[in-house]
């Protein structure tokens, strides 16, 4: 079983920058894919990054490709650093593990565990 916390979400102004933190507990969490979701008011929750167990994979949705870099230390925490804000990145950002793919998905169905969210809000 493994349980995930995100941090680290917050108002700020567009243009800048914020760290979301995503802690899992958990032995296993580290041989997960790991991703960050977002869901926007009267929005369907959408994919935003992806990295692989290993760290040596990444994806993006096109939107935030050059804006936002997810990353994982070797323990059992993955990062997602947002620069460059936009009001359109206003949303709840959600962590999630996948335990059984190698391959990074992008359906929030191939997730297995789910953070309970965290608030990016961007003002213009």
């Known amino acids: 079983q493994v349980t995930l916390v995100e941090s680290g979400g917050g108002l700020v102004q567009a243009g800048g920058s914020l760290r979301l933190s995503c802690e899992a507990s958990g032995r296993t969490f580290s041989t997960y894919v790991t991703a960050w979701f977002r869901q926007a008011p009267g929005k369907e929750r959408e994919f935003v990054a992806g990295i692989s167990w290993g760290g040596g994979r990444t994806s993006y949705t096109d939107s935030v490709k050059g804006r936002f870099t997810i990353s994982r230390d070797n323990g059992k925490t993955v990062y997602l650093q947002i620069n460059s804000l936009k009001p359109e990145d206003t949303a709840v950002y959600y962590c999630?593990?996948?335990?059984?793919?190698?391959?990074?998905?992008?359906?929030?169905?191939?997730?297995?565990?789910w953070g309970q969210g965290t608030q990016v809000t961007v003002a213009s």
């Open positions: 999630a593990a996948d335990r059984f793919s190698t391959s990074i998905r992008v359906t929030t169905n191939a997730y297995d565990y």
